[in-house]
């Protein structure tokens, strides 16, 4: 299994700036995979990041709000810019599984506040 | 259309008795299906998977059922104790599209097992 450990665990920002969320993974990985999740409601799939090359975006996303790094086959970050208080929600970052590529793996997720 | 349509939304159980999920979905080219289970505060949790080759998959105490004839699949959880009282979210990807696997949520299902 994949261990994902995710910073901050949680956040109370100001309206306005920007907050950057980190994901390490205990594993290198080749995909990694950012999620929001509002208050109540299902996991929504921000963008897809493959190492070395931009990121993916759904549909509904885009980077200049969502900027997403991915240095390395260990880390990624996404950065949520110019908060709203539309944007407080649960972030999610997710990695396939090493061996066994049918499960998908959850950070504990950061659990965002916009003021 | 990769919409996956979950009900119900929320679920009371009594400890011991039979809780039933299920899920629709729409996109033929689905195939893999997985369940997460997500606690308060917690990232999502694969807990049963199946590919659409198999009726029924069974690991413990769950069972997914799966009809690809009616694009339909349910999660039973024989005997419910109030641990498994949590969120639980169906899924569905496309493994076949190597390296963009990402996973289309159900809208949830909230179950409260009482004693």
């Known amino acids: 299994s994949a261990v994902i450990s995710q910073k901050p665990s949680r956040d109370i920002c100001q309206r306005g700036t920007s907050l950057t969320i980190q994901c390490q993974v205990d594993s290198q990985v080749t995909m990694m995979f950012w999620y929001r999740q509002q208050p109540g409601q299902s996991l929504t799939l921000i963008a897809t990041a493959n190492q070395g090359s931009e990121a993916t975006y759904e549909s509904g996303f885009v980077i200049d709000k969502f900027p997403i790094s991915r240095p390395n086959l260990t880390f990624s970050t996404l950065t949520v810019s110019n908060m709203s208080p539309e944007d407080s929600s649960i972030y999610l970052c997710?990695?396939?599984?090493?061996?066994?590529?049918?499960?998908?793996?959850f950070g504990q997720g950061t659990r965002l506040t916009v003021v | 259309q990769q919409q996956v349509k979950q009900s119900p939304q929320s679920l009371i159980v009594q400890k011991g008795g039979i809780s039933i999920i299920n899920c629709a979905y729409e996109?033929?080219?689905?195939?893999?299906f997985p369940w997460y289970q997500q606690f308060p505060g917690k990232g999502p949790a694969l807990l049963i998977a199946i590919r659409p080759d198999v009726s029924e998959k069974k690991e413990g105490r769950f069972t997914i059922s799966f009809n690809k004839s009616a694009k339909q699949f349910s999660l039973h959880i024989m005997d419910s104790q109030p641990g498994d009282s949590a969120t639980y979210f169906c899924a569905a990807s496309i493994r076949a599209n190597f390296g963009n696997e990402k996973l289309t949520f159900g809208t949830g299902t909230r179950l409260t097992i009482i004693p």
């Open positions: 996109n033929t080219a689905f195939d893999y």
């Open positions: 997710s990695v396939e599984g090493r061996l066994e590529r049918d499960e998908a793996f």
